[in-house]
């Protein structure tokens, strides 16, 4: 398995797992368990292809994901309180950081693709990185997170994707620019994360 | 008028009469009216539509559907009531239940036309059949009940969509398995609803 | 700049500008001011699009209108008390009213160019001028205003989309049927409000 495949799967099941947890907090049976974790996980870059009108969406070329997702969600119970014995709270937010990097950019880049104007395509990178989460507060039946806690989440996205598209601008190689500019946005939000950085209101 | 087409009808006006009731109980006027019952009675289609990039859209090549919603919705108030007294909650659950078989397994059958792989297909299938009450209760501001209630209402449409993938795969005659299958939905739907049968959380 | 152009940016101000205020009336950050604004100011026309099939969407192709709100935004919490003193509302139901008529027209246009059936072009208009709404009171955790206070929005929009539709039937000239109609909309919309009319419910 190459570094990018672990990553791509880390990050959709810290996805997923924001998902099994609002869920269950919201006392949803399996149907339900699995829906929200599926849209946490698939509902940013989904809502990115359905504006941009590409098809086949990334969740039907790999319906691996999928399954996956549904298998944990048969599971999800026993294992919320076992992974959150197991796993740190550290950890989740290392995986989601990576993760926000990873898909911000991939959509910066497949909005770049599409021959979208810059910034729309910075825009398009920063809905591939928040809406699963703004989807799954919407289904739950609660203000999204992401729009009210101030912390700034999208805001690490939106200038990763900025440095990303200055740099595809100025020449720098592409996966140069790609890989920097993830690792940018992941290392910012843990940096505010760590300082407990907050945007006024 | 053909069976099917008499099926189809009772299937849509069923979950325009769960809007109509769903929009009622919110107090809404007759605009949230006509919307919600559209809402739920097209909803789920239109989604599975727009995830698989088909148009034009159900209710675009049928607009007498349409047209029949909002002349409802303009007598819904009383008609409500005069629906609850004369139609039996019977017959309501087993209109409603005839009609997941039936958009489930149409729903299952796109999905194909369109070369999804094949869990993609059932779930495509599931989203046709419950996601119309999905987008309902999601836009009359509560959690779906579809989600929540611990009524196997989602899974009798997935085992369902997996029979008639599985009789396709071993070459049963196309007619045969989805008959078969959208009445095995219907019939498992029914049953799970007589014995009040619940999911665990 | 034309006429056509200082309308079309002062309603997707005003749009903009209703989910400024929701979005502050929730307390949400930055984050999230933007994304309703956006939502309330570009949703209508982008759900239409979605189920037309249409691209480039409106805001991609002008992101100048996406930059200029996200600019507004950043100063939108000083900008909404200051606005409030200035800005009468009556300006904004003026303002407000004619995007109505603007956007409803242009809906239904955009619907006959792509071929639908004539009640499903009326139906797109209106969801052109209203799903903004809509769809900014779903995100902040509301049952849509436009669904609930009984007053005639989208009934005037509806009517103003059928007078057009008609006009076009029996020949007369595009451009005319056009400006009276979304005319008819805005002014239908100001007698509403001048009379404070409701619907029964």
Known sequence: MTLI????????????????IEARRKRM???GVFTVAFIAAFGGGTLRDILLDRRPLFWVIHQEYAILIFVLAL??????RTLRQIVSERL?????????????????????DANMPIFIASMMGVITGIFGGVLRDIVCNEVPM???????????AFLG???????????????????SSALFISGLRLLTWKFDLRMGR
């Open 161 to 179: 994707n900025w440095m990303f598209l200055l740099m595809g601008k100025y020449g720098v190689e592409h996966d140069f620019a790609l890989w």
């Open 5 to 20: 495949k672990f990553i791509e799967i880390m990050a959709i099941l810290v996805g997923a797992f924001s998902g099994f």
């Open 29 to 31: 049976d399996l149907v």
């Open 146 to 156: 992401v729009f009210r806690d101030g912390k700034p989440y999208a805001i690490c």
């Open 75 to 80: 599971v999800a119970s026993p294992l919320i």
């Open 92 to 112: 989740i937010v290392i995986a989601d950081a990576v993760g926000l990097g990873l898909f911000s950019i991939a959509g910066t880049s497949a909005a770049l």
